[in-house]
């Protein structure tokens, strides 16, 4: 479900431009509005949704749920810290989905500059920098060798 912008509603704080991890929220230079550049790129991650301080930004529903080019209503609830959507269903079911905004405290998350430097051998390891650490597991679990043999 692509994102769209209430253009009343936005007042162009660009919030949901520096959260949006494909890049395609922008900020209209003339009328100092944010909209969506490529809805076809949508990850569906809501991340603007959930940033957005005005509720401007709403999801298109898919077809199978709601008639083509209308929207679903999110809610943002500040006190609450969760974000929630009711899909009405053409089959007369309803379904309400409640997530928190954010998952980890505000600062939790170590910035790169944190991390000591990785050694000259980690550019021969297919593992991200510090990865098995960072999952606080030993090793990450792997697949055996291919053999054409067995297919």
Known sequence: MPTFTYMTRCDGCGQCVDICPSDIMHIDPVYRRSYNIEPNFCWECYSCVKACPQHAIDVRGYADFAPLGHSVRVLREEAANTISWKIRYRDGRVKAFTFPIRTTPWGS???????????????????????????MVATLPSLPPFDPKRG
Request: no cysteine; glycine share 4%; hydrophobic share 45%.
């Open 109 to 135: 998350i170590k910035p790169p500059s944190a991390y000591e430097a990785p050694g000259a051998d980690a550019m021969d390891s297919p593992l991200l920098a510090h990865e098995p650490a960072a999952l």
